[in-house]
């Protein structure tokens, strides 16, 4: 039997930082939970937004029973919750949730660390410049003013650098903790005045991460992840504040539920 083709995706899909790799058999339900996924990455379903089976249903153009089954699998990943009295919704996260998601990342972000420095000398140097890459996609971002693309090159740099170290295993885990990354963002930013922030000197971090990781320095290395996951969180939370050198860029958030475009089924998919 013919296994179906992927489906095609558009340029701001491919560009999502929560596609880290396609699957190699889609299903209806595989495709609706990941459009799920990519409407919270992107906002358009904003922490505690009640999802009604019937609505997304007729939205996704998919019948009710793969859509329950896609939501459930999300439930399970912590993405969605039971709202009371209103079924399922999107996760918010508290600030305890907040430093849990970046606790995770820590770890899994150092046990790929630790796996890069094992790497060949070809291998390393070609993470190096992939990395670098995400690096200038950052700066350019940042002088242009770009908030939500610097925001989307921060998490892809962090999801390469752990795909880069070849494990299933992390990359699977960082797949989730990304997506929740970024809820975490929109639950501390949400409300009618609050928008996406996000420092602009990004690049300078993850550029000082990139030399470690060239240096094969593993203290440095670490230290910097664990140091740019503690800053998050504080940050995040409230702990600590921005002071005025220090220059940020924000974007509108939707306070609402944006309605979804209707899925592409491939032929073949079922």
């Known amino acids: 039997m013919t296994r179906p083709s992927p489906p095609s995706l558009t340029s701001a ?19 609706i939970a990941e459009r799920i996924r990519e409407a919270i990455v992107q906002g358009d379903l904003p922490p505690g937004s009640p999802l009604g089976e019937a609505e997304m249903a007729e939205q996704l153009g998919v019948s009710r029973g793969p859509l329950r089954e896609g939501m459930q699998r999300l439930v399970q990943e912590g993405l969605l919750t039971t709202v009371r009295r209103r079924g399922l919704g999107v996760a918010s996260m508290s600030a305890a949730d907040v430093a849990d998601v970046y606790q995770m990342r820590a770890a899994v ?51 390469m650098l752990v795909d880069s170290a070849g494990s299933h295993r992390l990359s699977r885990s960082m797949r989730t903790l990304l997506i929740e990354t970024r809820l975490s ?64 860029l924000q974007a509108p958030v939707p306070d609402e539920p944006r309605e979804l475009d209707p899925l592409e089924l491939p032929e073949g998919v079922v």
């Open 13 to 31: 899909e491919r560009a999502l930082p929560n596609r880290l790799a396609p699957v190699s058999r889609y299903s209806t339900v595989d495709l």
């Open 109 to 159: 972000e150092r046990s790929a660390c630790l796996r890069l420095l094992r790497l060949g000398a070809p291998a390393l140097a070609a993470t190096v410049r992939a990395l670098t890459g995400e690096v200038r996609k950052m700066s350019r971002a940042a002088k242009k003013g770009a908030a939500r693309q610097l925001g989307d090159a921060d998490l892809a740099f962090h999801r």
């Open 185 to 248: 963002t929109f639950s501390m930013q949400h409300g009618p005045s609050a928008g996406f922030v996000v420092r602009a000197d990004l690049a300078e971090d993850h550029e000082a991460i990139v030399d470690a990781l060239r240096d094969r320095d593993e203290t440095r290395l670490l230290a910097l992840i664990e140091s740019h996951m503690e800053g998050a969180v504080r940050r995040l939370t409230g702990q600590s504040v921005l002071g005025p050198d220090i220059e940020t």
